[in-house]
């Protein structure tokens, strides 16, 4: 059984641009959430999706946008890149919704965004 | 606003040593508290999590955490470090509803030979 999936591993790209990130939650699963971990910082909350449906939302700009498809993988966007979203962003999943209850978070190994 | 501290930011210890982290919360209702560990390249994986009952708790790896309510702390516990046990450890806490986990700044462990 696949564990959570992330691609790319590593990207590079320069300010201004674009960024897509992907992720497939392990098998079962169908809540995502994503998390940005700067350099020596701990993970911080971007967003949830269930459902195809934002769910809860952590304190980052509009600028990050995500989308949750019917096979419940997820795709994290961030427009107008800055030299500070340089980070590991980190793709959990979870079965069954994450309003209601607690489950555990499975973590994939996350990708390395480089803004220069 | 919850938040999560980890006072040291570096622990160094010999193999075979104990080793003690140390985490303390803020948070006004009894929260769900995590410790996850991150070896380098590795995504999280949860070490142990406490809910509710017994204050002390075991998890994989041979890491136990007792939870103190008194002192708001969480700390994570190991009687005898192995080479393998150096990596990242983040305290995590999380609301009674909502699945947003909060995570301190880290402590990274070096073990030393």
């Known amino acids: 059984d696949a564990g959570v999936t992330q691609s790319p591993t590593h990207l590079i790209k320069t300010r201004g641009q674009q960024v897509t990130l992907r992720c497939s939650p392990k098998s079962g699963h169908d809540t995502v959430s994503w998390y940005q971990q700067a350099l020596g910082q701990g993970p911080q909350f971007i967003f949830q999706y269930y459902e195809e449906e934002e769910r809860q939302r952590g304190n980052f700009p509009d600028r990050f946008s995500g989308h949750q498809f019917p096979n419940y993988s997820s795709e994290l966007n961030v427009n107008a890149l800055l030299l500070g979203d340089s980070a590991l962003y980190l793709c959990a999943s979870t079965p069954g919704s994450g309003a209601s209850s607690y489950n555990e978070q499975f973590f994939g190994p996350g990708t390395r965004l480089t803004v220069l | ?113």
């Open chain 2, 1 to 113: 606003a919850q938040s999560v501290t980890q006072p040291d930011i570096h622990i160094t210890v010999s193999e075979g040593a104990s080793l003690e982290l140390r985490c303390n919360y803020s948070y006004g209702a009894t929260p769900y508290l995590f410790w996850y560990v991150q070896s380098p390249g590795q995504g999280l994986q949860l070490l142990l999590k406490y809910f509710s009952g017994d204050t002390l708790v075991q998890g994989i790896k041979g890491f136990e955490a007792e939870f103190k309510r008194s002192q708001s702390s969480f700390n994570l516990r190991k009687p005898s470090v192995h080479w393998s046990d150096a990596a990242e450890y983040f305290c995590a806490v999380i609301k009674a509803a909502g699945n947003k986990l909060t995570f301190g700044g880290g402590t990274r462990v070096l073990v030393k030979p």
